[in-house]
């Protein structure tokens, strides 16, 4: 399976998901994400079902594109530069790369001052 076809990530991850391994994030909890932005006036009932569900996907996605590379090294064990790798691999997800570069930033100047 290609790590970078989004088609067979998607029939992977949606052939894998039974009752016994569906992870789901607490509605409640991404309800409570979505008021704290200050332009969500309103959030329908069927909102955060479907933004918990693509935050679900996302996350899977990353993690499955990052334990490939993983695997191709014969490590069992994701690291931050297998999620650098895989984040940069995806052009759909180019504004995750700011992120990155402030963390390392911070772990840069962390280092310096200890």
């Known amino acids: 399976m290609d790590p970078h076809d989004?088609?067979?990530f998607l029939a992977h991850f949606m052939g894998a998901i039974t009752k016994e391994t569906?992870?789901?994030?607490p509605i409640s909890r991404v309800r409570a994400i979505c008021r704290t932005?200050?332009?969500v006036t309103l959030l329908s009932s069927e909102a955060p079902v479907l933004i918990g569900k693509l935050v679900e996907l996302f996350i899977a996605d990353v993690t499955y594109r990052a334990g490939a590379?993983?695997?191709s090294q014969?490590?069992?064990s994701i690291t931050l530069d297998d999620l650098h790798y895989a984040i940069s691999r995806i052009p759909e997800y180019?504004?995750?790369?700011i992120l990155l570069a402030i963390k390392d930033d911070s772990n840069e100047t962390g280092a310096q001052s200890v």
């Open 6 to 8: 989004s088609s067979s």
């Open 22 to 25: 569906a992870r789901r994030l």
């Open 37 to 39: 932005v200050p332009s």
């Open 69 to 71: 590379l993983a695997q």
């Open 74 to 76: 014969d490590r069992i």
């Open 94 to 97: 180019d504004f995750l790369n």
